[in-house]
C-alpha cells in the first residue's frame, strides 16, 4: 500500500520532468551558479568565530567564540557605520514612492510616440556604470570647474562643494541614485499596470470618473501587491548599502558620514587582512537585514493579504 502510494505521489512529478526536460536544462545553469556562489561559500562563515590564518585554512585555525563580534560592537566605527547605514538606507525607502508615480503618469500618457520616447530617456541613466556616474558627478559638481560651480560664478555666488561635504553625502547619494535607477524601476510597476483589465476603465468613464478617481480605485490596488513584496525586500536589504558607489564617492572631506557597513568590512578585510573581523562584522550586518526580512513580512502578513510567503 505504501509503495502504490509513492507510485503515485513520484510518477506525476517525474512525468512533469520528463515532458518538460528543456525547461529543466535551461534551468540548470542558474541553479549550478547560485549553488556555487550562494551556498557552498556558506561555510566560510565559520572564519569570523575563529582566529582566522591563511595557512592553517579554515577549519584548523583556533576558535574565537564570540571575540570579533564583541570587539565591533565595542569599537568607535560601531555608532558611526551603523548610523551612516541607516541613514542612506531610510533616505533612499523614503525615495519608493517616486517611481510608482511615474509608472502612473506614464500609464496616463495617450500619445505612443511619446510615451515611447519619455520611457526610453528614463531608462537609459540606468546603463551608465556607477565608475562613469560617479565620474560624471564629479565633473559636475566640482565648485570650481563644473556646470553647478559655473552657474554659480554667473551670479555672483561661490558654489558649495557638494562631493565634500560630509552634511550633504547622504543627499547626493540618493538623489542620484533616484535619477539613475527611477525609470528603470518603475518597469515592474508599468508592466502590472498593463496586465488592468480594460473593461474597468470603461465601466468607470460610464460612471462618470475622472481621470483621478480611475488612479485613486482601480490603478493604485492593482499595484499593492507588486508594491508591498518591493517594499518588503527593500527593508530586507535596509543595512545592505550598494560598496562600489559610496566608496567612489569617498574622500576625506565626507568620512563621517561615508563610512558606511560595507566600505568598513571592505577595509578592514581588504586592506588590513583582519579576515575575522570583517567576517563577523558582514555576518551581523546579514542577519540583521535577515531579521528585518521576516519581521516585515510578518507584519504584512499579518495586516495585509500580500506576503513573500
Avoid: C
Wanted: glycine residues 6%.
Amino acid at each position: 500500500m505504501k509503495a502504490g502510494q509513492l507510485n503515485r505521489t513520484t510518477h506525476p512529478t517525474l512525468g512533469r520532468i520528463r515532458k518538460n526536460w528543456g525547461l529543466y536544462l535551461l534551468l540548470l545553469p542558474a541553479v549550478v551558479l547560485v549553488l556555487l556562489f550562494s551556498y557552498v561559500p556558506m561555510y566560510g562563515i565559520l572564519i569570523a568565530f575563529k582566529d582566522y590564518s591563511p595557512a592553517l585554512g579554515i577549519m584548523d585555525s583556533p576558535w574565537a567564540g564570540l571575540k570579533y563580534f564583541e570587539k565591533f560592537f565595542n569599537s568607535y566605527q560601531f555608532s558611526s557605520t551603523i548610523t551612516n547605514t541607516l541613514v542612506i538606507s531610510l533616505y533612499s525607502v523614503a525615495t519608493f514612492p517616486i517611481p510608482i508615480m511615474l509608472a502612473l503618469m506614464v500609464n496616463q500618457m495617450r500619445q505612443n510616440g511619446f510615451k515611447r520616447f519619455f520611457q526610453t530617456v528614463t531608462y537609459m541613466p540606468h546603463f551608465i556604470s556607477t565608475v562613469v556616474m560617479v565620474g560624471l558627478m564629479l565633473i559636475l559638481f566640482s565648485p570650481g570647474s563644473g556646470l553647478i560651480g559655473n552657474i554659480f560664478r554667473l551670479f555672483g555666488a561661490q558654489a558649495p562643494n557638494l562631493m565634500g561635504s560630509a552634511g550633504l553625502f547622504s543627499s547626493v547619494y540618493v538623489w542620484s541614485d533616484v535619477w539613475q535607477h527611477t525609470g528603470w524601476d518603475s518597469i515592474i510597476y508599468i508592466a502590472a499596470l498593463s496586465a488592468v483589465s480594460p473593461s474597468l476603465y470603461e465601466a468607470a468613464t460610464m460612471d462618470g470618473a475622472s481621470r483621478w478617481q480611475k488612479i485613486r480605485f482601480i490603478d493604485i490596488p492593482m499595484l499593492m501587491p507588486t508594491v508591498v513584496t518591493l517594499l518588503i525586500l527593500r527593508i530586507g536589504s535596509l543595512l545592505g548599502v550598494g560598496f562600489e558607489k559610496v566608496y567612489l564617492m569617498q574622500n576625506s572631506l565626507n568620512i563621517t558620514s561615508s563610512e558606511v557597513i560595507s566600505t568598513y568590512v571592505y577595509k578592514i578585510g581588504m586592506l588590513s587582512s583582519q579576515y575575522s573581523f570583517s567576517s563577523a562584522i558582514n555576518l551581523f550586518n546579514t542577519v540583521i537585514n535577515f531579521a528585518l526580512l521576516i519581521l516585515v513580512n510578518q507584519i504584512s502578513k499579518k495586516y495585509s493579504e500580500n506576503s513573500l510567503w
